[in-house]
């Protein structure tokens, strides 16, 4: 169930910190680094007859997203239009910046959303540098990057929000510059703009980093979750960063909540987490009726904006009439309590740890009508080998160097491919899984019934997709004849004319298999075993023939000469005493070598000296233990 405004305005000074960072027109930033001329001219980036993206001179012309190429021509004829169906170079920049931020964060947790949004979770970061903040003189405060380096951060004002903020009658500075000494303890209001104020500068200070190091501009918001993070950072684009000021609960009737200023102005459609279907279904409740779309998007939005106050002043409208409107057959449980909390800025969803390993990889494409097997077995052989170089990239070991090389190429190199032989897998999707999406049939007045409606179909991951050694095309026409092309008969058993608008290839249900990277699921004990000896050189001992020292000890000489005469003497002595016996010749010998060993044995001790036997009462020979009951024997034998 959701929480209550009252519950959440009493703990929020413990709630977390997500701040979303938008990379400002990802796609477009990354053709005007790769031209410069094209910065200042209206820019449109198309996929099939889509413009997907356009930059803002194109917009302030009358551009927009999802737009019909040739109507966008004739609102800007002197538009300059990009082919973008390769999303390598967009990929490999959006990566880049990812992997930029999340070495910043403390806890790891930074979230992915699409290309250029991220969230990063900095509750410890701003915590910890609260704490640290010397209350008596707030403007000249200093920001931390580091627990271990106190050198390592920047001077900031703490008594100011930097930035844009809203309500825009927040005003500044938003805390006091010092504290009184008679209150140590900092109060609950003060202690949240304090943390806001701290979220703003780290804000300011990495997208600062991202335009000075990565040359790429962003937006920001700052929040106390990812939902109105994202809100508040989309009200000051493309260079702006914005802060939501408290109140955030009901702080009573004669002050509004920041939160319900916020959202209510926002279509209920364009609220995240609430879809195309979802808003359609309570548009439809709104208004009685269903509502109409523009014919002349290629996805139609809606005509008709219905805003989320007026949502939830409906009659009875709360989360039980949620669950009953939008609760059915493959909804989530408790669908309606989430998104009655949304519509009142609740989110309670974590900012997820970055994963080395995506959830899942999909490729998919739309279509203005897709009829016959020819064409879509065409279509399959490229969807399937964009998955397969898709796999190879984010599934596979340190392969920058590969994908790099090879990212404004539909084959793979010579070069490139021997690197990836070289490069291991760190996760084996288990699953392959085709879907479609199938127009309805014209009604008998020829409209047609709008629906978003998929089928799919799975199967085992054929596991030539997972070869190093053959071609990419290689293995895509494989799988499409072997598995793909069989999932779709199995879908659609007619022969003809299914009028798709849409074909998606999916590989998904990851397993971590064992590597030595730090995102595999353990060592590879195969891989460990091939670099053993080259592990181990340095630790090796050889065998190799020495010449003799010319400067050898004179000591060590005099004790080898001195033991060849002991020997000579025992050995004539022990011919006299004992001419019948052959085990006393060597006692000489072996007192004198251990007398010898005991001396020059500076480390030995009698606790960790070895036991040398003792001393036979007839001949006096040092004799182990183990063989004294022997030489007893002996000595015992008659003559």
């Known amino acids: 169930m959701p929480v209550s405004k009252e519950r959440r305005e009493n703990n929020y000074t413990f709630c977390k910190l997500p701040q979303l960072l938008h990379y400002r027109a990802l796609t477009i930033r990354v053709l005007e680094r790769e031209d410069p001329k094209l910065r200042d001219l209206p820019l449109a980036v198309q996929q099939k007859q889509i413009i997907v993206t356009c930059n803002y001179e194109a917009r302030r012309r009358g551009l927009h997203k999802l737009q019909l190429l040739k109507e966008a021509r004739k609102i800007c004829p002197d538009v300059i239009v990009v082919l973008g169906e390769d999303l390598g170079r967009f990929r490999n920049a959006s990566k880049e910046l990812f992997s930029f931020l999340k070495a910043y964060a403390w806890s790891g947790k930074v979230e992915r959303l699409g290309f250029d949004e991220v969230f990063i979770d900095v509750t410890d970061m701003v915590d910890y540098n609260v704490e640290l903040l010397n209350r008596y003189d707030l403007t000249s405060s ?9 050198t390592t951060g920047f001077g900031f004002d703490g008594s100011r929000i930097v930035g844009h903020v809203f309500p825009a009658t927040a005003g500044f500075p938003v805390v006091p510059q010092t504290f009184p ?11 949240l703009c304090l943390r806001l104020v701290l979220g703003s500068h780290l804000a300011q200070h990495l997208r600062h980093q991202l335009e000075e190091r990565k040359g790429y501009t962003s937006t920001a918001g700052i929040s106390t979750n990812k939902l109105l993070s994202k809100l508040v950072g989309n009200l000051n684009k493309p260079k702006g960063q914005t802060t939501l000021m408290p109140p955030y609960g009901s702080a009573g009737a004669e002050v509004e909540s920041s939160v319900t200023k916020l959202i209510d102005g926002h279509e209920i459609g364009k609220l995240p987490g609430i879809g195309f279907k979802l808003a359609g279904k309570i548009r439809s409740h709104v208004l009685g009726r269903p509502a109409t779309f523009d014919a002349s998007l290629i996805y139609g939005g809606t005509k008709e904006m219905i805003s989320v106050k007026e949502v939830r002043m409906q009659a009875n409208m709360g989360p039980e009439m949620l669950e009953t409107l939008l609760g059915s057959s493959g909804a989530p449980k408790g669908i309606g309590a989430k998104i009655w909390g949304w519509m009142n800025g609740i989110d309670d969803s974590e900012v997820s740890k970055a994963r080395g390993v995506p959830q899942q990889i999909s490729i998919e494409d739309s279509y203005l009508r897709l009829d016959f097997m020819e064409d879509v077995k065409r279509e399959l052989l490229l969807l399937g080998g964009s998955l397969i170089r898709r796999m190879r990239l984010d599934l596979m070991s340190n392969l920058d160097k590969a994908d790099n090389a090879g990212s404004n190429s539909e084959e793979i190199s010579a070069q490139n491919r021997r690197d990836v032989v070289s490069k291991n897998w760190i996760a084996h999707p288990r699953t392959l899984r085709l879907t479609t999406r199938p127009r309805l049939p014209l009604n008998p007045d020829g409209t047609r ?4 409606a998929r089928v799919s179909k799975s199967c085992n991951m054929p596991s030539i997709m997972f070869s190093k050694s053959h071609s990419i095309e290689y293995i895509a026409e494989k799988v499409v004849l ?5 999932l779709f008969r199995k879908l659609h058993p007619e022969h003809s004319g299914w009028n798709l608008s849409l074909v998606n290839v999916c590989a998904t249900n990851m397993s971590l298999v064992t590597t030595d990277d730090k995102d595999g699921a353990g060592r590879d004990i195969g891989r ?24 050898m000890d004179i000591q060590q000489t005099d004790r080898v000469a001195h033991a060849v005469e002991v020997s000579k003497a025992s050995t004539s002595k022990s011919q006299d005493d004992h001419s019948d016996g052959s085990e006393d010749k060597s006692v000489a010998i072996q007192q004198s070598f251990f007398e010898d060993e005991r001396d ?30 022997a030489h007893d024997r002996f000595h015992a034998l008659p003559d």
């Open 528 to 551: 460990m075993f091939k670099r053993q000896a080259k592990v181990l050189e340095g630790w090796k001992i050889k065998d190799v023939d020495v010449s003799p020292d010319t400067n």
């Open 600 to 629: 020059d044995d500076k480390w030995a001790t009698e606790t960790d000296s070895p036991d040398q036997g003792q001393a036979c009462k007839t001949c006096g020979a040092i004799i182990p233990d183990f063989a004294m009951t």
């Open 142 to 150: 200093f920001y931390h990057l580091d627990r271990n380096d106190p």
């Open 181 to 191: 000494s008679a209150s140590p303890k900092i109060d609950e209001s003060v202690r």
């Open 449 to 452: 019934v709008r629906t978003f």
């Open 482 to 486: 072997e598995t793909l092309l069989p």
